[in-house]
């Protein structure tokens, strides 16, 4: 049985489609995609997160405690200030993507993808063992809206006294939105400036509603997971399920540089990441275009020229910003310099594409 946000009322009332994500009840449009996903990169729009999972570590040892458990050096982010990491396996491989914030000396919050919630929560906890630190999931406390887009600042300002010139990227703030106690954050999963609002799950219709006046002149309009996932495609930001899977270490996903081999002490799965480092990743992740109409998909067979199966799409989709489709896929070293030619079965057709760099699309 699926879950529900406290936003699910007011998505009905909008006339949104729905679609189980995770688990959860979530609206995936309310009309049309491509206009969802055009407002954000012109103007701004609205999304319902409340399905991610909050995890909260406290005490003296809480940044010990996290450097033991990620990949990550989280006791070297600033106090009101986030970073991108992972949690991996001991045989690296990737357990879930992860934002961490750190909102106090010995206070972290760890956001997760909502269907990984609790095998991150579990991980944590068993991680701590031996640290002074309290790890608890906090997911069920807090309710999650994004404002994302060219406007979303503008928009945010109406209804906060933050001083949001100052709330630089991947940083957090406590404040005060439309009356409410919140956690301010400017980051985002689609390639715009945005905010992300941490609300209690009580104050979050309030808040939706004042969003949605306060951009009105904007043109904001709500948006669903269909948009999103284009939105972070043409970003070149992995999804979990899609890119990032524990068969994989970061090292294929070309993100490497987020393991912090020089922090002290040990951290679980820095053997085997060591290990993949100094032998270097077979297959890396490659952004594919095509000129056809037809879209590369996920789980679609990637093709060398000489008609051997060289790997396989994790993401794809028509660009509704660039005007042709796109693709993420894991291809041997060797095949995913830009400009290799590959092709792509799609349905029984090869459909010719070229490697190029990614992101696909950055913001101006």
Same mark, same amino acid.
């Given at each position: 049985?699926?879950?529900?946000?406290?936003?699910?009322?007011?998505?009905?009332? =909008?006339?949104?489609?729905?679609?189980?994500?995770?688990?959860?009840?979530?609206?995936?449009?309310?009309?049309?995609?491509?206009?969802?996903?055009?407002?954000?990169?012109?103007?701004?729009?609205? &999304?319902? $997160?409340?399905?991610?999972?909050?995890?909260? $570590?406290?005490?003296?040892?809480?940044?010990?405690?996290?450097?033991?458990?990620?990949?990550?050096?989280?006791?070297?982010?600033?106090?009101?200030?986030?970073?991108?990491?992972?949690?991996?396996? @001991?045989?690296?491989?990737?357990?879930?993507?992860?934002?961490?914030?750190?909102?106090? *000396? %010995?206070?972290?919050?760890?956001?997760?993808?909502?269907?990984?919630?609790?095998?991150?929560?579990?991980?944590?906890?068993?991680?701590?063992?031996?640290? *002074?630190?309290?790890?608890? @999931?906090?997911?069920?406390?807090?309710?999650?809206?994004?404002?994302?887009?060219?406007?979303?600042?503008?928009?945010?300002?109406?209804?906060?006294?933050?001083?949001?010139?100052?709330?630089?990227?991947?940083?957090?703030?406590?404040?005060? #939105?439309?009356?409410?106690?919140?956690?301010?954050?400017?980051? +985002?999963?689609?390639?715009? %400036?945005?905010?992300?609002?941490?609300?209690?799950?009580? %104050?979050?219709?309030?808040?939706?509603?004042? =969003?949605?006046?306060?951009?009105?002149?904007?043109?904001?309009?709500?948006?669903?997971?269909?948009?999103?996932?284009? #939105?972070?495609?043409?970003? +070149?930001?992995?999804?979990?399920?899609?890119?990032?899977?524990?068969?994989?270490?970061?090292?294929?996903? +070309?993100?490497?540089?987020?393991?912090?081999? %020089?922090?002290?002490?040990? &951290?679980?799965?820095?053997?085997?990441?060591?290990?993949?480092?100094?032998?270097?990743?077979?297959?890396?992740?490659?952004?594919?275009?095509?000129?056809?109409?037809?879209?590369?998909?996920?789980?679609?067979?990637?093709?060398?020229?000489? +008609?051997?199966?060289?790997?396989?799409?994790?993401?794809?989709?028509?660009?509704?910003?660039?005007?042709?489709?796109?693709?993420?896929?894991?291809?041997?070293?060797?095949?995913?310099?830009?400009?290799?030619?590959?092709?792509?079965?799609?349905?029984?057709?090869?459909?010719?594409?070229?490697?190029?760099?990614?992101?696909?699309?950055?913001?101006?």
């Amino acid at each position: 049985m699926s879950r529900y946000t406290p936003l699910t009322e007011l998505h009905e009332e =909008l006339g949104a489609w729905f679609t189980d994500f995770a688990g959860w009840s979530m609206p995936v449009r309310y009309g049309s995609e491509i206009a969802e996903h055009e407002s954000v990169r012109e103007r701004a729009g609205l &999304f319902d $997160l409340s399905h991610m999972g909050e995890i909260e $570590l406290t005490g003296p040892e809480a940044g010990a405690s996290l450097d033991h458990a990620i990949v990550g050096h989280a006791s070297k982010i600033g106090i009101g200030r986030a970073r991108y990491s992972m949690l991996c396996a @001991d045989d690296g491989g990737v357990l879930d993507d992860l934002v961490i914030y750190r909102l106090a *000396d %010995d206070r972290y919050l760890v956001v997760a993808n909502a269907g990984n919630a609790a095998v991150v929560a579990a991980a944590l906890q068993d991680r701590a063992a031996g640290f *002074d630190t309290s790890v608890r @999931d906090t997911s069920d406390e807090w309710a999650l809206i994004a404002v994302q887009g060219p406007a979303a600042a503008a928009i945010v300002e109406r209804l906060t006294s933050v001083d949001l010139s100052a709330l630089r990227y991947y940083a957090i703030t406590t404040g005060s #939105l439309t009356g409410c106690e919140v956690l301010l954050a400017r980051t +985002g999963y689609t390639g715009e %400036d945005g905010f992300e609002v941490y609300c209690r799950p009580g %104050d979050a219709a309030r808040i939706w509603a004042a =969003l949605t006046e306060a951009g009105s002149s904007d043109g904001l309009i709500p948006a669903g997971l269909a948009c999103r996932d284009t #939105l972070r495609l043409e970003a +070149g930001m992995p999804l979990y399920g899609h890119e990032l899977n524990p068969e994989v270490t970061p090292f294929e996903a +070309g993100l490497g540089r987020l393991v912090a081999f %020089d922090k002290p002490g040990d &951290f679980v799965g820095r053997t085997a990441l060591a290990q993949r480092r100094d032998e270097g990743a077979r297959q890396v992740l490659a952004g594919l275009a095509s000129a056809g109409r037809r879209a590369p998909r996920s789980g679609y067979t990637v093709i060398d020229p000489a +008609g051997g199966v060289v790997g396989h799409v994790t993401s794809g989709a028509p660009s509704p910003t660039l005007g042709h489709p796109i693709a993420m896929a894991y291809v041997p070293v060797g095949l995913h310099e830009p400009g290799t030619k590959l092709l792509v079965d799609i349905r029984g057709k090869r459909e010719a594409v070229v490697v190029v760099p990614m992101p696909f699309y950055r913001r101006p």
